[in-house]
């Protein structure tokens, strides 16, 4: 810091001036992303399936042909086995798997071809669809970034007091930010904050009512439940896939990923935590009369909380978790610090990055625990 | 004393399962709950019950547990629906009304107490309370205000705040009182209201709600299985076994006149000598002797009355004027617990 001359000071004051103007990018950002490009994208959608949908005989066709073939690759392979076979143990070696031509067809023709097709005539709504989240999460990483460090030291150590309300965490959290600071990775974390933050605000923006969905009706939580179960469990590089041919390498596109993989658990949880309201209290709302939504406002969401914060929680540690995973795509921070590291064999920054990262996580786990804690105080039922 | 009916419950069954109109059948075959579940995998949750429910009186439902008293109640406010059979409410069918209509009724005619007290726990005494009136789209000043003269009304007076977690069991239940009675609702559905209560303060409640009873005058439907409390509370009772209605009628006709061994058998413990009051035993119209003793006595104290002379029949008073006798032979029989024979079955306990 060295002495303060007066412009330092005047640095603070532009950076306060500043202030409004990030807020409002960023709100701004978030709020277009919700009420005009994601309406406006999955307005298209509906057109291109339209439209898509004219040449649907050309395309069943396609791709009857294909499975056809496929199908047909099969018999075949199954009759070359049972006629050429000569008969001995090593013939059970292998399985006798679609021969390569026809698993070239069916991969090409019946999977890459169509989603090329998807995205060349429906990439166009696709870069409508991630600019204003472009906006909000440059304007959120430059706010964080532009920020003298004691305010955002400040701030954070507010933050976690005001969640937590114990010391002990709170110098956790100084020290997490010390390490950040002293390994000179604050602009890097910065980064990961308003990825984290950015992708923490859509998975419950989108979460929570999808979890509320699933909870009012028996056949929708059917339906999503494998969904839930497939983005769990599927290897997360997977849908790297589309999301790296839809968005390019791209900060949005880490987003995505991350906003992808850590949703499941606040869904889950939400849907869960509703389920469990007790019945008598759920009775007792219909029995003075409350309609759906006085009952979900005024009953079944504040019964639910504790759980849905248990959700929140684990989406978080997931989104963490998929920070240095998402860097493959372009998500910048210390996850692509990590990644880097790894590229480079560099075991000191790869140890320093992951540290931070590490840190940050604990940090989150300790203070959010504490919050859950805090609010079941009054929220048992009965005697 | 003719009343106006409020409730009237027409030939009303319930079956639980997968096809209930089918198993229904059935029912009206002549299927009994036993039957019902053995050969058809259905639960005969109400078998063809007729009761109608006079206003300003307390309507006492009892039987066995699973005898089907909370879904007989269940269907008042259609918490539950019918498989068949009706339900009506100041003359307007229940179920032929939309959802505003129900909701309608729910809010504002009907309230109801539960077993399990069923208090929202993350709101505090008085926001309970005012909950009915809030779902009616009142302010919250407003129904905190007019549901503080309910909280005072049933002794929660400096509770306001409190949580319920932080109630014992009956202050719980009298935070259900309140917030039922705050709607000025005029029919009174109470659900076992009392039974998770220590005996003496399901005593304290009881006299509560009798208060305010007498103040009030609301219809209430009243259900338990504690024979003491319904007649204790009851105007009239109501007997269900299997889901069916056994017995109805003056609490007194059924201490006398037990119609089966069911409804003995509920009644073998009471203390008949305090339940059984001289009316049900007078010979009217005739002449007594020099005692006298109010129709509305309990044996036990015209027995006291008439120790000394008890080959001379007492009159009977109504309003001090004669309105009968009473022979002391006639009392120590109905004192008398009936025979073992009779209540030894002990086959439903
Ligand atoms: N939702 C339900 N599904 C199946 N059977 C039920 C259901 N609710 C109640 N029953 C059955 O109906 C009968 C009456 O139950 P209930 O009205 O709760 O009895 P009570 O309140 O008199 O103890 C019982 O045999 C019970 O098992
Ligand atoms: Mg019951």
């Not at chain 1, 406006?40 to 499975?67: C, S």
């Not at chain 1, 440059?138 to 933050?159: C, G, H, S, T």
């Not at chain 1, 610090?337 to 590229?343: D, I, N, P, T, Y």
């Not at chain 2, 006298?292 to 009159?315: C, H, R």
């Amino acid at each position: 810091m060295g002495d303060l001359k007066f412009d330092e000071f005047g640095d603070i004051w532009i950076f306060l001036l500043t202030v409004p103007g990030h807020l409002f990018n960023l709100v701004f950002g978030l709020g277009k992303f919700l009420v005009i490009s994601l309406p406006i994208t999955l307005y298209q959608f509906v057109i291109w399936l339209g439209l898509t949908l004219i040449e649907l005989p050309v395309t069943l066709f396609k791709f009857a042909r294909v499975v056809l073939l496929a199908g047909w690759g099969t018999i075949k392979n199954l009759y070359l086995f049972l006629v050429t076979n000569d008969w001995s143990w090593n013939a059970l070696n292998d399985f006798p798997s679609l021969p390569s031509e026809f698993r070239v067809l069916l991969n090409l023709g019946g999977i890459n071809k169509p989603f090329d097709y998807f995205a060349g005539s429906y990439g166009f709504a696709v870069k409508e669809f991630i600019l204003p989240l472009r906006r909000a999460m440059n304007d959120l990483r430059d706010f964080i970034d532009f920020m003298p460090w004691p305010i955002f030291f400040a701030l954070v150590l507010l933050l976690v007091f005001w969640v937590s309300r114990k010391m002990g965490v709170v110098l956790l959290a100084l020290a997490a930010l010390l390490f950040i600071g002293v390994f000179g990775l604050m602009e890097l974390a910065s980064q990961t904050f308003s990825l984290m933050i950015l992708s923490i605000i859509l998975c419950v923006l989108f979460g929570i009512p999808l979890g509320i969905f699933m909870s009012a009706s028996d056949a929708v939580d059917r339906a999503v439940k494998p969904i839930l179960d497939l983005m769990q469990t599927m290897p997360s590089f997977v849908y790297l896939i589309p999301v790296l041919i839809l968005f390019g390498v791209s900060p949005v596109a880490g987003l995505i990923a991350v906003v992808i993989y850590a949703m499941p658990p606040v869904v889950r949880l939400t849907n869960l935590g509703i389920r469990l309201v007790p019945f008598e209290v759920v009775e007792a709302s219909h029995a003075f009369g409350a309609t759906y939504i006085q009952r979900l406002f005024g009953t079944l969401i504040p019964l639910a909380l504790p759980n849905v914060f248990a959700g929140i929680n684990q989406t978080i540690m997931m989104a963490l978790a998929m920070v240095v995973i998402a860097a493959l795509v372009g998500a910048p921070g210390l996850g692509a610090e990590v990644l880097s590291a790894q590229g480079t064999v560099n075991l000191a920054r790869g140890l320093q990055s992951g540290t931070a990262v590490a840190l940050i996580a604990i940090v989150i786990d300790r203070s959010l625990y504490l919050y859950g804690d805090r609010m079941q105080q009054h929220r048992k039922v009965g005697h | 004393m003719s009343q106006n009916i409020k409730v009237s419950i027409k030939n009303l069954y319930k079956v639980f399962g997968s096809n209930p109109t089918e198993a229904l059948q059935h029912v009206y075959d002549g299927l009994g709950k036993v039957e019902l579940l053995a050969q058809h995998d259905h639960v005969l949750g109400l078998n063809n019950i007729n009761i109608d429910i006079p206003e300003k009186r307390v309507q006492v439902i009892m039987g066995l547990s699973g005898s089907g008293k909370s879904t007989l109640i269940r269907h008042l406010n259609r918490l539950i629906d019918p498989t068949a059979g009706e339900v009506e409410v100041d003359g307007v069918d229940v179920l032929k009304m939309n959802p505003s209509a129900l909701r309608d009724l729910r809010q504002k005619k009907m309230s109801m107490v539960f077993q399990k007290f069923a208090l929202m726990p993350h709101r505090t005494v008085s926001d309970n309370v005012a909950y009915g009136l809030m779902l009616q789209g009142i302010r919250r000043g407003e129904a905190k205000e007019r549901s503080q003269k309910w909280i005072d009304r049933v002794g929660l007076t400096g509770f306001e705040k409190s949580y319920p977690s932080q109630l014992s069991g009956g202050m719980q239940q009298r935070v259900g009182l309140a917030r039922a009675l705050a709607t000025d609702a005029d029919i009174l559905l109470m659900d076992e209201a009392f039974s998770a209560l220590d005996p003496l303060i399901r005593t304290d409640m009881q006299d509560v709600l009798l208060e305010l009873q007498a103040e009030l005058n609301k219809t209430i439907i009243f259900i338990t299985h504690d024979l003491d409390e319904a007649l204790r509370i009851g105007d009239d009772i109501a007997i269900l076994r299997d889901g069916g209605l056994v017995q109805q009628g003056d609490p007194q006709e059924i201490v006398l006149r037990p119609i089966d061994e069911y409804v003995s058998d509920f009644i073998m413990d009471i203390n008949r000598g305090r339940v059984l009051k001289v009316r049900s035993l007078m010979n009217a119209g005739e002449k007594g002797g020099k005692v006298e003793v109010d129709q509305d006595m309990a044996l036990e104290d015209a027995m006291q009355k008439m120790k000394d002379t008890p080959n001379e029949p007492a009159t009977v008073l109504k309003d001090g004027k004669a309105v009968g006798a009473l022979d002391m032979r006639v009392l120590i029989d109905a004192i008398e617990r009936p025979a073992p024979e009779t209540a030894s079955g002990n086959v439903y306990r």
